[in-house]
Nanobody, 124 residues
């Protein structure tokens, strides 16, 4: 089992930045690929970023590419999502998730462990 706790969400003006953190505990974190997802009201939960076990490979959804940066610190059992140039359409509940394997995946079904989410609200 891997337990995940997100933090760092909040209210920010358009153009601002936030850094989300995802602290993992329990079973070893170092061998799990990780992902960040978001879900806006009335919409599906979609992947926005993913990283493999070592941090050497990343994926970004088109909507956030060039603005968001995902990283991880295996020594601290923590994954991060740096969000810059935020837009009102980035408003959503953000979830981190741990995959059951170490290879980067963009498929929601690959993620076995989920945090409870942290709210990000971007005002115009």
């Amino acid at each position: 089992q891997v337990q995940l706790v997100e933090s760092g969400g909040g209210l920010v003006q358009a153009g601002g930045s936030l850094r989300l953190s995802c602290a993992a505990s329990g079973r070893t974190f170092r061998t799990n690929a990780m992902g960040w997802f978001r879900q806006a009201p009335g919409k599906e939960r979609d992947i926005i970023a993913a990283i493999n076990w070592s941090g050497s490979s990343t994926y970004y959804a088109t909507s956030v590419k060039g603005r968001f940066l995902m990283s991880r610190d295996n020594a601290k059992n923590t994954a991060y999502l740096q969000m810059n140039s935020l837009k009102p359409e980035d408003t959503a509940l953000y979830y981190c998730a741990a995959a059951s394997g170490f290879v980067l995946s963009t498929s929601k079904g690959s993620y076995a462990y989920w945090g409870q989410g942290t709210q990000v609200t971007v005002s115009s």
